[in-house]
Structures are given as C-alpha cells and as structure tokens.
C-alpha cells in the first residue's frame, strides 16, 4: 500500500480532510499534529497518529525515522501545516512574525530534508505543499503570513526544478479561500498607541473575512477530494493545468475586491500620521 504523511491534521482543517481523502484512495495515512487530542475525529484503520511540531528539528526527524522503520518508505509528502498572525507589520513582535515563518516555510525545509533524500535513493515520491494565493497577491495586516508563503513558494518551484532528474514530483498549491480552522488559530496584534489602532475594527475582520460565503470560501471536503485525485493522477506534473480549477476566478476577483477595501480603509478612513 501506498504511504501518505500529512502535517498539520487538526479536527476540522484542511489536513484532516486530506487524510480522509488519501484513505479513500486506499493509502496508509500518517496524519500529524501537536498532539493526538486535535485529530481525535480521524478514525481509520489504515491512519496513524504521530505527534510533529514542524518546527522542531527533532520532532520532525523521529516522526520522519518512525515511518520509515514501519513502511518502504513514504510516497507522498503533504505539508500543510500553517499559522497565521493578524496585525501590521510595525506591530508584530519579532517573536511572532519568526513563529509564522518557522511554521510556514521552515516546517517545509524541515520536512524536505528528512525526506526527499530517502526518495531519491527509491527514485520516485511526491512532494506536495500547500501554499496560498496570499504568496503572490499579498494583502495589509498579515504581513508575515503573506511572506512565508511567498518564500514557499519559491523554494517549492526551486525544489521541482531540481528534484526532475531524480523521479520525484514537487507540487505547489496555491488556494485562495478555504474553509478551515486557521482564523481560529491566529494570533492578533494591535496594542495602544498603534498607528493602526483607528482600524482595528477592519485589521481584526481580516481574521474572518476569508471563512465567509460572502468572500467565496470553497468547502474543505471538495477542495481535498480535488486536490487528492490530481496528485494521485498520472498526469500530477502537469500543474498550470489544473490549478485553475482548484482556484476558480473567484479568487482573483476576491483579491481584486480586497484591494479595494484596503485601498478605501487606507485611504479614507485612516487619519494622516502627524509629522513632527
């Protein structure tokens, strides 16, 4: 049977419904987060749990050691954990803009390094990371969030490159709105004396706004399904292809919408900065 590894499983989330995808198509699924307790409702004969915190050296490796004590080897790398932080950019302390981007990017680098060497000595594997569209189309107030993707981006499109020759496939997915639970996870951040305070009420509805009908949220369960059987296809190289239809053009009109929310908060409502 083939092996699926997948971070960032928690109840609810995008992880989870990948799991659930995967186990469909008949893999043996690693499903991972910071503790069993958050993927409580993945119940599967053919899961496994395992406790990874992507941004741990060596919490990544055990797990990584573990699997491949059990199995030949893992076929298909998911990478999917994410965390997000709400606020401008002049507000974020530096501790928490460095947990985005070791979560985000790092967790990946992380995941790669224990991996991808072992697909290489099989010759054949595929490596899968789960971006956003905010990695090329940024947006104010989730400055960080916006960066790690962006840095993702550009070391998946340098690992595909590179890994060609070896037989291994590298796979960037790029959504726009997803229905998942990392609003509820995100940290926020706009203290007294902000510049930002008089937009408070607009930078803390970025929190929310991508989870609304109104924003197009596409359903956690069709985007997995989706996702899932283009990668299991033959034909899972082919990326330009297909994104498309994972991200209907609702997303750039989203985005296009969002500019002009942000163009309008920016500019109308937000008082000029007194110089002194």
């Not at 043996?28 to 395992?50: C, D, F, G, P, Q």
């Not at 530096?94 to 290489?120: A, K, Y």
């Not at 796979?171 to 926020?188: D, F, H």
């Not at 609702?250 to 000029?272: D, H, I, M, Q, S």
Request: charged letters at 20%.
């Amino acid at each position: 049977m083939l092996v699926a590894f997948i971070t960032g499983c928690s109840n609810g989330g995008i992880g989870a419904a990948l799991c659930t995808s995967f186990l469909a198509k008949g893999y043996i699924v690693y499903a991972t987060a910071r503790s069993i307790e958050a993927m409580s409702a993945l119940v599967h004969e053919n899961l496994r749990k395992l406790v990874v915190d992507v941004t741990d050296d060596s919490s990544v490796a055990k797990a990584i050691d573990e699997v491949y004590a059990d199995t030949d080897g893992i076929d298909v790398l998911v990478s999917n954990a994410g965390f997000a932080h709400i606020g401008p950019l002049l507000d974020t302390p530096f501790e928490e803009g460095m947990r985005v981007v070791q979560t985000n990017f790092f967790g990946f680098v992380r995941l790669v390094n224990n991996v991808v060497p072992r697909m290489g000595k099989r010759g054949k594997g595929t490596v899968v990371a789960i971006g956003s569209i905010l990695g090329e189309l940024a947006t104010a107030f989730q400055g960080f969030y916006n960066a790690s993707k962006a840095a993702l981006h550009s070391y998946t499109e340098t690992l595909r490159m590179e890994c060609t020759h070896i037989g291994i496939k590298v796979v960037l997915i790029a959504p726009g709105s997803i229905r998942s639970n990392i609003s509820v996870k995100s940290t926020y951040t706009v203290p007294q004396g902000s510049f930002y305070k008089a937009l408070e009420k607009q930078i803390k509805h970025v929190m929310y706004q991508s989870q609304t009908k109104e924003f197009g949220v596409m359903d956690t369960n069709q985007f997995a399904t989706t996702v899932v059987n283009k990668i299991t296809s033959t034909n899972v190289g082919k990326t330009p292809d297909w994104l498309q239809r994972i991200h209907p053009a609702w997303w750039l009109e989203c985005g296009c919408n969002w500019f002009k929310v942000t163009g309008r908060v920016a500019g109308n409502e937000l008082e000029p900065v007194p110089r002194r």
